[in-house]
């Protein structure tokens, strides 16, 4: 690293390299073995008791196919596991993968670290198409909290600023800066319609909107997950395979078309994947903050910045992270009464201080 | 060659200066005519002539009299003053963060002001806690919204004092308490009664119609310090932006003058929200809108910034009276008008100023 010219500079080099080749390696087995062990702990806290070994003999048992009589302990055990626990927590892994994907995608689209995920206005049309829901009532199907109708709206709401955005971006041409601010400006508007509309309601439906937005994994059920897992695994997968152009993407677009980038085309391609992975979950779970800002930024000061690396540890980084998260508040309270956003704001923040300060080099 | 190098540039700069001077008279003049906006029938030249009264000191006998010279010049002409100095603030505080930090993003909040307030208030309505004793609620409010403030601004400077740290990990350190601040506020607001969630939400939104005379000298020296070191050191804030290798070659210390400008700009911010609630929006806008007219050095964008912000501010806060009689408060309007607005002004541009 310091420009040593000895003979066996090549050797040493190589064993460097090699050294941080393993680093990264390590660092996703270690983030990929904790996402397992929470999975049982995320199944194994809550109000019945039910041992650890119980549990994983629980889960083989369902995936071998066995059934239970009804009303037995052992049908009342797997139902518990099974339907209650079991979907939350594969949620809660997918959930946080796909917001750290998004926030490195995002961050590295718009070449700026104070991105997140919501940056382009997703977060505001998913809370504007709650508040259509629960205050005006307008929506397809009854809207109740965790209800269908709330769901779809959220999502049809959140998918209006990704439009926008994707029909600005050929027009803002090569800065990013204008992107942002779109975003921003858009984010603002839906904002302040969301608050118009919250001015005119009562205190109870306000409060209902605001548990909304804080963002919660208390109303997930297995019909929550097949959307939104297909959604995140694919749109990580596809990233994932697109890392090596976002690496190029970051240098900026003169550099982009000099290697045979079309630049324009990847934003909105990015933009798009990414806007559906973070629409699906928000629509289920509310505005889970923090995550997708901060995931990428650990990852980096821990590994690198190469995204061919940064996309699949922040996947894993960000499913530990936000299931170690809800483990947490759910411990805490078992009744839900700690958002899940709140434990993540208070686990990572300090993570987060302390990395900054202790950084030598920019990453950034 | 060079004559016409300069008078070209000097025109340049009396572009410039006309834009913002245009503005500043646009904005007086909505100002004047803002202490006639109201959902009670008063007139111009009532309004006018209830404001001629008070500054000579005559007493209106008539009841109904006292009630309008009550409106316009207790309600009405505070409210004007302090949107223009408030929005000047924030347009300022904007301009300078951004220039200093070298983000687009970055606005009058971004060290965590806002949360820190938010959790002052939260604090405050629950509890009770309050910095001064003894303090009247609107007073216990504001000491409380104003130290809370400045928690995050005074770990940033104390990490970035100690440790030698870019201006992208300052505004991460920023980012990080405000995480911790606003966490700690949802917990509170999220197990607390309707009614007090409501009060919070309504402090949170924003809003001109709190702040009375009593706010207008204080917000006043605020602003007239906060022009004056800032338009000092506007050169300086030039070379920052550049890089911070370019600004030591030129003499300038890069990291003091950031912590610097961060210190006042925080202050001030903080002054504004604690008698307005957060306003959004304007300080990230209209540094950008000014950009957009006078480029990027800040000789002119800091004052042009500053005649944006408060013609946003008052033109937006005048809108939301004439639209709402129940009270939009004035960062809606704002978001409503401006965002679209932004949106057009920003894709019309011909060069990106970034």
């Not at chain 1, 959930?95 to 700026?112: F, I, W, Y």
């Not at chain 1, 779109?182 to 919250?198: K, P, R």
């Not at chain 1, 997968?237 to 630049?263: E, H, P, Q, Y």
């Not at chain 2, 306003?279 to 990027?296: C, K, Q």
Request: glycine fraction near 8%; charged fraction near 10%.
């Amino acid at each position: 690293m310091k420009g040593d010219h000895g003979p066996d500079s090549g050797t040493a080099l190589k064993s460097d390299y090699k050294s941080y080749t393993g680093r990264k390696v390590i660092f996703i087995t270690i983030c990929a073995v904790a996402a397992v062990l929470l999975l049982g702990l995320s199944i194994y806290i809550g109000g019945s008791d039910l041992s650890l070994g119980r549990i994983y003999e629980l889960l083989w048992h369902h995936l071998c196919g066995w059934t239970y009589q009804k009303g037995t302990d052992d049908f009342l055990d797997d139902f518990v596991v099974w339907n209650v626990r079991l979907p939350r927590a594969i949620f809660a892994l997918v959930a946080g993968a796909g917001l750290a994907v998004g926030g490195v995608v995002m961050q590295s689209v718009m070449k700026n670290p104070l991105a997140d995920p919501y940056t382009t206005g997703i977060s505001s049309g998913a809370c504007l198409g709650v508040a259509v829901a629960v205050i005006l009532g307008l929506s397809f199907t009854n809207a109740g909290i965790g209800s269908a109708g709330l769901v779809l709206n959220a999502f049809l709401f959140a998918v209006i600023p990704m439009i926008l955005i994707i029909i600005i971006a050929p027009r803002a041409g090569s800065s990013t800066a204008t992107l942002i601010l779109a975003g921003v400006a858009i984010s603002y508007l839906f904002n302040a319609l969301t608050t118009l509309l919250m001015m005119s309601t009562d205190a109870e439906t306000l409060s209902l909107v605001y548990r909304w937005q804080v963002g919660s994994l208390t109303n997930v059920k297995w019909s929550s997950v097949p959307l939104m897992f297909f959604i995140n695994i694919g749109g990580i997968l596809t990233v994932s395979f697109l890392a090596a152009r976002l690496n190029i993407l970051v240098l900026g677009d003169d550099s982009a078309k000099s290697l045979g980038l079309n630049a324009d085309a990847m934003r909105v391609l990015c933009l798009f994947i990414l806007s559906l992975m973070v629409a699906s979950v928000v629509s289920y779970a509310g505005i889970i903050g923090f995550i997708g800002l901060v995931s990428p930024h650990i990852v980096r000061m821990l590994i690198d910045a190469d995204n061919r690396f940064v996309i699949p540890a922040s996947a894993a980084f960000g499913a530990v992270f936000l299931l170690g998260a809800d483990i947490i508040a759910r411990w805490l309270s078992p009744t839900d009464a700690v958002p899940v956003g709140v434990v993540l704001a208070f686990i990572g923040a300090p993570i987060f201080l302390y990395l900054i300060i202790r950084q030598k080099k920019a990453i950034w | 060659m060079k004559s016409v190098f300069q008078s070209d540039y000097m025109r340049q700069n009396r572009r410039k200066i006309i834009f913002t001077l245009v503005l500043i008279a646009i904005t007086a003049l909505i100002a004047v005519y803002s202490i006639c906006v109201t959902q009670y029938p008063i007139s111009f030249s009532e309004a006018w002539q209830i404001v001629c009264n008070n500054l000579d000191h005559v007493i209106p006998t008539e009841y109904a009299d006292r009630l309008k010279s009550y409106i316009v010049w207790d309600g009405l002409v505070p409210r004007a003053i302090v949107g223009i100095l408030v929005g000047a603030i924030l347009g300022i505080s904007g301009a300078v963060m951004q220039s200093t930090i070298r983000n687009p993003l970055a606005d009058p909040y971004t060290t965590g002001i806002s949360s820190g307030a938010l959790l002052g208030v939260t604090l405050f309505v629950l509890f009770g806690v309050t910095i001064v004793p003894d303090a009247g609620r609107d007073a216990g409010m504001f000491a409380s919204a104003f130290v809370f403030a400045l928690v995050p601004c005074a770990i940033i400077v104390l990490f970035s004092v100690f440790r030698k740290v870019t201006p992208t990990a300052m505004i991460l350190i920023g980012i990080a308490v405000m995480y911790i601040f606003n966490a700690v506020t949802t917990l509170l607001r999220y197990t607390c009664s309707y009614e007090d969630s409501a009060t919070i939400y309504s402090w949170a939104v924003g809003t001109l119609g709190k702040a009375g005379w009593s706010a207008v000298p204080f917000l006043l020296s605020v602003f007239l310090v906060l022009l004056a070191t800032v338009m000092a050191l506007a050169g300086s804030i030039n070379v920052l932006a550049s890089d911070d290798q370019a600004a030591v070659a030129l003499g300038v210390n890069p990291q003091r003058l950031r912590i610097g400008c961060l210190i006042i700009v925080s202050l001030a911010t903080t002054a504004a929200v604690c008698y307005t609630g957060t306003i959004g929006f304007v300080g990230l806008i209209a540094p950008h809108i000014a950009r957009i007219f006078v480029g990027s050095n800040n000789r002119y964008l800091i004052p042009s910034s500053a005649a944006v912000g408060a013609f946003i501010l008052i033109a937006a806060d005048c809108l939301a009276r004439v639209v709402g009689t129940t009270g939009v408060p004035v960062g809606v309007v704002t978001a409503l008008v401006g965002g679209p607005l932004f949106l057009l002004i920003l894709l019309r541009q011909k060069k990106s100023s970034w």
